[in-house]
């Protein structure tokens, strides 16, 4: 069965939300907050759409932040010591996901995509390890990607009017960095290292500038 709460949330203990399966879809009204910062879990999970109308942990942060299964439509912005996101992801506008002071890092499991080209922001901030285990961009282009703090886990293909990475990157597979013909350019803020040695390929399209800061 559907489930639809309109008026912001506060979370006082660790929550999870449930279709049990269906295809009813969660829908979140409002903000969510927790009580204190980095304690309140939630987790959500259907086969349906999840969709949010406010920002999550922008007052008070979560403690985990979990999408298991669904449709993910996703608010402005998210704030939780550890953020994971399973299923694929659309961004119908521009998202910011944040560790805050938490380590917990940020995991998508599969592919995430813009709804017009070139036209929804990602940017992400964490502490701890943002690992990306689908192609970003592949189907609609991205605006501009940015990853900031900890360490960064790539697997696939990013393509976004502008990328820039500032941490370390660990190639675990082939990866394509594209600006899809813009001219936003790719900046790579620290080191890139495989996983093993001469196994993973790098390859950089961009009409723009290509930076690299680090050892390759």
């Keep these: 069965s559907p489930i639809s709460i309109t008026p912001a949330i506060t979370l006082t203990g660790a929550t999870t939300l449930s279709n049990g399966g269906g295809s009813g879809g969660i829908t979140l009204g409002s903000t969510v907050d927790g009580t204190t910062a980095g304690t309140q879990d939630l987790t959500l999970s259907s086969a349906g759409t999840i969709s949010f109308s406010g ?118 597979s082939d990866v394509t960095l594209s600006n899809g013909g813009g001219s936003g350019g790719i900046t790579l803020g620290s080191t890139v290292d495989g996983t093993t040695a001469g196994a993973q390929n790098l390859t950089l399209s961009s009409a723009g500038t290509v930076s690299l800061s680090g050892n390759i």
């Design 55 to 172: 920002d999550v942990g922008a007052t008070t942060s979560l403690g985990s932040f979990s999408i298991t299964s669904g449709i993910p439509s996703l608010p402005a912005a998210i704030t939780a010591s550890t953020i994971s996101i399973t299923p694929a992801v659309t961004l119908a506008n521009a998202l910011t996901l944040t560790n805050g002071a938490g380590t917990g890092g940020i995991t998508f499991g599969s592919t995430v995509n813009g709804t017009t080209a070139g036209a929804q922001n990602l940017t992400m901030t964490s502490g701890g390890t943002v690992s990306l285990g689908g192609i970003v961009g592949g189907t609609t282009l991205l605006g501009a990607f940015s990853i900031t703090g900890g360490t960064v886990s790539l697997s696939a293909a990013i393509s976004a009017s502008s990328i820039a990475i500032t941490p370390a990157v660990t190639l675990t």
